[in-house]
């Protein structure tokens, strides 16, 4: 239904134009408008000959006021690190920050060199193993043929035990410490299962708010206590839960103990929005829709499922992107203090290490921790336009 | 090769220069030369530290030399950890701020040369400290953990100029002080290393005892002076250790003999020239172990000390990893500890010598870096002449190598904590 009044937005502006499009860029830009990525749309625009000179100004607006501030933001910056220092340690220029991200990709490139060199050393060794394995085979088939018992027992030990060394060091990964790169990946997963959790926990919990006013007026209290506790202070609590109910099968899994805690923390921080606005959406309802299931003899689980989840569904989404936004702040606390190899240890690892460098590092992982934000509540924007009647939400 | 029951490890540490021996045996490959694949992690503090090697998110971990003791004991976190092998001697120092500095150096009196003559007391400390008490005021220090040889070594400085650090326990009250602040003179409390420098800079503190590179760093960023070195409180004082849970060592003892086979190695490299100094101080400087600048972080590994900018000396004794046998687990060592913890309170009830001696060789196991050294020297990479002589009890020397000249035998734990003017007896 949604789509219908767009194709209706874009209607008018066509057929009465002397001069008109090419070809029609709706269909393009009303993508790149559901995509959060409105900004692109007049070029589109521009090279279908809509309007040219429209076009024209809205790219300057668009593109070129955003790059003058930038500009402007350099040179502040620029300016600042020439001059807020202390004894030893300053505002890394801007340049100086350029040089510490290639260097970031530098170790980067030289650790994935060295998994490799690690890997092809492994597979040397396994080499070795597996030749020895071979003669060990061949004077087993000696032994077998002449017989002798007690050397076939020893020679099938030795062969099986060199298969199996060989086996292992083929199937060795590369111990190295983690790069950048590694580390965004730990914090994505880790804000991937917080927040899942969260939205798994406020949901339900939000419907039955909305439903029930005993409910609401029962839960109220605590979700007005909880709701501004600072990561720092759930840590130690979800510290101590985690460590007693979850030990990792091996060192190796993607899920450590580490990871919950840090996850944990974003649960318990970024619920709140997606139960609040849930439950304001379930409870706003027009009546008469739930005058209709009742007609309609519906039960209480199609009710949920026809009637309300597609009514607050909108609301449900604006509480998931603040969410998200808000777990995203929240891990790289966590991260730090949980000691979860992700954005927030670096940082935090960065920081300690107190080298002329350390400060530029920082401020390229404060880019990348702003740009994935951003780029995440890009998503949660597509998701929520989706589902919503408003076109216009930013 | 012994056959290992866990190839797999993670150790963790924290961002000082004496983890040296870790990163070396891992960067050089003597870890894998064991059939061994080690991930080094840094560590936030001390305590994160130990409780995830006691929650077994870590194997193992270079840790301060009083934490299994205390540990074992149950100061702290209750847990059994042991030892088998001690990661360095020396390496700490005691900084204060440029104001401080100001004030103490006058006072302090000065060689042929006109430089402060060392080692600096804290006697020139006393009047600033008494000062800032009756202002209300009193001077705050910092050190690194309560069970820290930093704590232990700060105190032991300002009590050898008659200046009191504070007690964790009152014997006459039954009190106890967890911040251990009990009728301080200078007030201590506990800050990471990595961040001593920037606390001082922020004025919450006006002194530290910290490891390196953190006392260089001081001098570089020009925020505060070195005025004594841990070597000079006590002349090869056990520093850092390697330290696993009981319960690990039992159930992967091959592994922890290859380990010690690794980190022997790793020691003795980096006793063996001011060239592996060098190289060493290449290896820490990389941002995923110690991280700080190359230069900081030489300053002190290679054999020289700087402390007002300019005055660097020679100390070249100030990191030993292997030479008179650092690496060997000395019971006495561990029992030093425990006089240090009951002097202050830590531990509240009198314990006979034996007590004392009992509780070093649970935590201590120089009969694992024996399994380990026989191995290397049956590879020929080692001689019986490079270890401790097999008939030792496993004790140093009784020494008064110490600021304040008391004699130490680690066989009479008692009558060195008699001897010492401020302390609980």
Known sequence: MSAATAENRFAPSEPKKAKGPRWNPGAITHTLDRLGLGFFSPFVRLAAADEPQKQATEITRNIVLPLIAFGVFLGAWGIASQRIR???????????????????????????????EFKTRMHGLAWKQEGLAEKYAEQLRDAEETRNTEAVAALTEKVNAARNRAKSLRERNYSGPPTFFTQIKISLFTIAVGFLAATLLAIPTGILCGLSKGFNIALNPLIQIFKPVSPLAWLPIVFVVVTALYSPPARESLITRAMLISAGTVTLCSLWPTLINTAVGVAAIDQDHMNVARVLKLSWLQRIWKIVLPSALPFMFTGMRLSLGVGWMVLIAADMLAQNPGLGKFVWDTFQNGSTNSMAQIVCAVFAVGIIGFVLDRIMLILQRLVSFDEHAI | MLEVEKPDLKFGFIKLTDCAALVVAKELGYFEEEGLFVELEPQA?????????????????????????????????????????????NGNGITVSNAVWAEMKPKVPKGPDDLPKHPITAESLKPIAQAAKAAGKPLKFGMVFPVSTHNYELRYWLAAADISPGFYFDPKTGEKNIPGVLDAEVELSVTPPPQMPATLEAGTIQGYCVGEPWNQQAVFRRIGVPVVTNYDIWQNNPEKVFGVTKKWAEANAETLTAITKALIRAGAWLDASTENRKKACEMLSRSNYVGADEAVIANSMTGTFEYEVGDKREMPDFNVFHRYHASYPWYSDAIWFLTQMRRWGQIPDNHPDD???????????????????????????????????????????????????KLYDGKKPNEYIKSFEIGLK
Not at chain 2, 45 to 64: P, Q, Y
Not at chain 2, 367 to 385: C, N, Q, S, V
């Open chain 2, 355 to 405: 007590w004392y001696i009992k509780m070093a060789k649970e935590i201590y196991r120089p009969d694992i870096y024996r399994a380990a050294a026989a191995e290397l020297i049956k590879e020929g990479k080692f001689t019986a002449e490079d270890f401790p002589p097999a008939d030792t009890d496993g004790f140093r020397p009784p020494t008064s190598a110490f600021i304040d000249g």
């Open chain 1, 86 to 116: 202390t004894e030893a340690q300053k505002i890394p220029s801007p340049a100086e920050t350029w040089a510490a991200w290639k260097g970031i990709v530098d170790f980067a490139k030289h650790e994935g060199r060295k998994a490799v």
């Open chain 2, 45 to 89: 503090n001390w305590k994160t530290l130990l409780d995830r090697v006691i929650s077994g998110e870590l194997d193992g971990a270079h840790m301060l030399a009083g934490q299994p003791v205390a540990a074992t004991y149950g100061f702290g976190t209750q847990a059994d950890i042991v030892v088998p092998y001690s990661l360095d001697y």
